[in-house]
């Protein structure tokens, strides 16, 4: 009986020991709340102290309890394994990213200096998942650091804050009163700074931070892109103004000088834009009230048969306005068609244009097509037959490759090499196209020489037949309102001056 009572006492005192080991039940929750709090879910927290303790939270003593809690309240908690977690510290000296939502669309910097550009799927126990063109990635948010700006604007308004937001045209920037977004082409000076520090002002101008204008044309064919609104701009063949966002018109001064009032009206009917990408279709017309029919007998002169005495001679693009090479002989296209109609031409374009794989600038294409009225207005040549001074007679006819339908297709291309120097190129079907010399070109536009024509108009018969064709060159932006461009065929020469903005 004795043996019996002094094993029991034995038992109870050992068990007594045991459970007093054990952890309590506020060291459990406690545990789990700060866990919770430095990004850890439950089966994060198991791993961690499995690995480090050899049990779970429930086998725990009181003693590593008390260990683990001073742990986490700690200047440098524990973390979850490849996981960070949420509240925003200092590390390096290098300030981590405090400003990340849902949403949020940039290049993000990393503390490992990665550069990720994407946006931000979900932000869930310490990681967010970002989208990028590379595929999504789960990046702890102690990893990232904050990016902030102080901008200038052209108006002296000034703006500092963490960037929440960013496309090719646009920064969105937080500011302490609320955020605030920010057209690129508004801003007159800016400083970057990531993770605190300063950004060098080559490494900003590098990566294309502020904003350019954009295409409403490549050489002589339309993109869908209009004019920003309130905007004037002049070329060399042709003024403009952007009504809104979605609406502008150009018009030809030349023509209009010439009594041939006329107004070219592009309207931005679609439009999709991503933080990476931008699509435009824009539909459009041109109508001239007093449009000279020798312009369409020029443009399409290689479709004219010209008969010297009731004999086929040649065609009116190679004949020109001479004939017999005779310098006394001349004509000019308003001797064989001198009345003038009511012309008008429709134009679809659709544009595409993403931010460039290697992060600098833009890369875009556009595809258009364009009719008109030409022979429909010009069906039959009526003038009389012309009658040289060596007593030839002349006559003109439409000939049997003419066709029915006047039309112009086209696809273009424009890559940003620099932040001020843009590559375009073109390509082209057009029954009116006609590959012209330098010097040619150039007589055409001033008017000058035997077959100028009119100034500031390309109307000259001239040129060889070229149903396809296809051009390149390069834009160069002296400043932000100037481009100057040079390429390989008519006009060889364009230039762009947005030189008003209300």
């Given amino acids: 009986m004795y043996k019996r009572i002094i094993t029991l006492l034995i038992i109870a005192i050992s068990f007594s020991i045991v459970t007093a080991e054990l952890i309590l039940p506020a060291q459990t929750n406690a545990i789990v709340a700060l866990a919770n709090e430095n990004g850890f879910t439950n089966e994060n927290l198991e791993q961690y102290l499995i690995k480090h303790y050899g049990t779970t939270v429930h086998g725990l003593s009181r003693e590593q309890a008390i260990q683990i809690i001073n742990r986490f309240q700690s200047e440098n908690p524990p973390a979850p394994l490849n996981i960070g977690y949420i509240k925003p510290v200092v590390v390096e000296e290098l300030l981590l990213a405090q400003s990340l939502e849902v949403g949020m669309s940039k290049r993000f910097y990393m503390i490992d200096d990665n550069i990720i550009d994407g946006t931000i799927l979900s932000i869930e126990e310490g990681v967010c998942a970002i989208k990028t063109v590379d595929g999504n990635l789960n990046i702890p948010v102690n990893e990232i650091l904050e990016e902030t700006v102080d901008l200038l604007k052209k108006d002296a308004s000034r703006f500092k804050g963490p960037i929440i937001h960013e496309t090719l045209e646009e920064l969105v920037i937080r500011s302490k009163y609320g955020d605030v977004a920010i057209q690129k082409k508004d801003i007159k000076d800016l400083d970057r700074y990531r993770g605190g520090r300063l950004i060098p002002k080559t490494e900003v101008t590098k990566n294309f931070y502020k904003g350019e204008a954009e295409l409403i044309s490549v050489f002589l064919d339309?993109?869908?892109?209009?004019?920003?609104?309130?905007?004037?701009?002049?070329?060399?063949?042709?003024?403009?103004?952007?009504?809104?966002?979605?609406?502008?018109?150009?018009?030809?001064?030349?023509?209009?000088?010439?009594?041939?009032?006329?107004?070219?009206?592009?309207?931005?009917?679609?439009?999709?834009?991503?933080?990476?990408?931008?699509?435009?279709?824009?539909?459009?017309?041109?109508?001239?009230?007093?449009?000279?029919?020798?312009?369409?007998?020029?443009?399409y002169s290689h479709f004219v048969n010209v008969?010297?005495?009731?004999?086929?001679?040649?065609?009116?693009?190679?004949?020109?306005?001479?004939?017999?090479?005779?310098?006394?002989?001349?004509?000019?296209?308003?001797?064989?068609?001198?009345?003038?109609?009511?012309?008008?031409?429709?134009?679809?374009?659709?544009?595409?244009?993403?931010?460039?794989?290697?992060?600098?600038?833009?890369?875009?294409?556009?595809?258009?097509?364009?009719?008109?009225?030409?022979?429909?207005?010009?069906?039959?040549?009526?003038?009389?037959?012309?009658?040289s001074d060596d007593d030839d007679v002349y006559t003109y006819k439409w000939n049997d490759e003419r066709g029915t339908i006047a039309y112009r297709a086209w696809a273009s291309f424009e890559y940003d090499l620099r932040k001020d120097l843009k590559f375009v190129g073109s390509a082209w079907m057009d029954n009116g196209n006609k590959s012209k010399t330098l010097s040619e070109t150039i007589e055409d536009f001033t008017g000058e020489g035997d077959n100028g024509g009119a100034g500031f108009i390309f109307d000259s018969p001239i040129g060889t037949f070229t149903p396809f064709d296809f051009d390149f060159g390069i834009l160069y932006a002296v400043n932000e309102n100037f481009r100057i461009g040079v390429h390989f065929q008519q006009p060889y020469i364009d230039i762009y001056w947005k030189f008003f903005e209300f």
Avoid: C
């Fill in 222 to 299: 339309d993109t869908a892109f209009p004019l920003e609104a309130n905007t004037f701009y002049l070329s060399g063949l042709s003024v403009g103004y952007g009504f809104t966002e979605r609406f502008m018109i150009t018009t030809k001064f030349a023509s209009n000088f010439a009594g041939d009032l006329n107004l070219h009206p592009k309207l931005r009917v679609y439009h999709k834009k991503t933080a990476d990408t931008e699509q435009a279709l824009s539909i459009g017309f041109g109508l001239h009230r007093n449009y000279p029919k020798s312009s369409i007998l020029a443009k």
């Fill in 307 to 387: 008969y010297k005495n009731d004999v086929l001679d040649s065609t009116l693009n190679i004949t020109g306005f001479k004939y017999n090479n005779v310098d006394n002989n001349l004509a000019t296209i308003d001797d064989i068609e001198s009345e003038k109609g009511v012309f008008a031409e429709f134009f679809s374009v659709y544009s595409s244009r993403r931010k460039n794989p290697t992060g600098r600038g833009k890369v875009g294409w556009t595809v258009g097509i364009k009719v008109s009225n030409a022979f429909s207005l010009l069906n039959e040549i009526n003038s009389k037959p012309i009658i």
